[in-house]
C-alpha cells in the first residue's frame, strides 16, 4: 500500500477485560493487589540472596535472577494496566508499545536461558554432586547471565526487525492490556501470513522445543536418582516440582498465545494476565514456602533487622 493512500496510526487503543464499571473497579483493586504482592515477594528474595552468605551458590544466584525478570515483566505491563483502569485512557502511543514488546521479548528471551540454567544447575547437583562447584562456579553463573541477557537481545531484535516497518493504518485496537506481537501484527495494513509465520518460529515453536527439553531433562534426573535409590526419588520429585512448575507456568501461555491456530480472545487475554500477574507471585511463593534454605534465611534477616 502507497504512504500516500493511508494515515499513519500514531497510537493504539487497550480493549482490556470489560467496559462494565464494576468488573473494572474489582480489576483495578485486584490488579493492584497482586502488583504490590510481586514486588514485596521478589524483592524478598533477592534481598534475602544478596544479604545472607548462605545462600551465595548457584542455585539461589540463578533464582534472584529469574525473581528480578520476573519484576521488571510485571513493571512493564501492570503499572500501565492500573493506570488505564483508574483513568479510563487506555491508549498507548506507537513508539511506546514497539518499546513495550521489545522489552518484553528481551525479558522473556533472558528468562527462557535462566530456566535452562537452572535445569542445568539441579542436574549437575543431583546426578553429579562431587563436579558441582567445578561445573556451576561464579563466572560459569556469571557466563550464564550474561549469556542470558545477550540472547534476550538477539532474539528481541530478530523478531521486531520483521515487523516494525509494517504499515498501519486502522483500525488501532488491541484487544488486550498490552502490547505484544500476535496483535500488534495482526493490525497490519498488508498481507501478514509471513510475518506471523516468522514470529510463530521464533517465540512459540522456541518455547515449545526448550519446554519439551527441560521436561525431558528433568524425566532424565528422575530416572537418574530412581536408578541409584528408590528411596531418593520422592526427595528429587519434591525438589524438582517447584522447577516444574515455573517451567509449565512460563512456557504455557507463551506457547499457546504463538502457536495455537485458533483465536481465542478471552483465553488469550486469561494466559496474558496468568503470564504477567500470576506467575511472578507463585515464583517466589514457590522457592520461599517449600525451602528450608529460604525460609531459616528469612528468620536471620529478620532477626538481624530487628
Known sequence: MNKANYSEVSQFVFLGFS???PVQHFLLAFSTMLYVTIILGNLLVMFTVTFDPHLHSPMYFLLANLSFIDLCLSTLTVPKMISDLYSGHKTISFKGCVTQIFILHILGGSEMVLLIATALDRYVAICQPLHYLTVMSPKVCV????GAWIVGLIHSVAQLAF???LPFCGPNEIDSFYCDLPWFIKLACTDTYRMEFLVTANSGF?????L????ISYV??????WKRSSGGLAKALSTLSAHITVVVLFFGPCIFIYMWPFPTV????FLAFLDVMITPILNPIIYTLRNKD???AMRRLSITIL
Open 19 to 21: 467496559t462494565n464499571g
Open 143 to 146: 557466563l550464564f547471565l550474561s
Open 163 to 165: 515487523v516494525v516497518h
Open 206 to 210: 522456541i518455547s515449545m522445543v526448550t
Open 212 to 215: 519439551f527439553l527441560l521436561i
Open 220 to 225: 532424565f534426573i528422575l530416572a537418574t536418582v
Open 266 to 269: 478471552p483465553v488469550d487475554k
Open 294 to 296: 529460604m525460609k531459616m
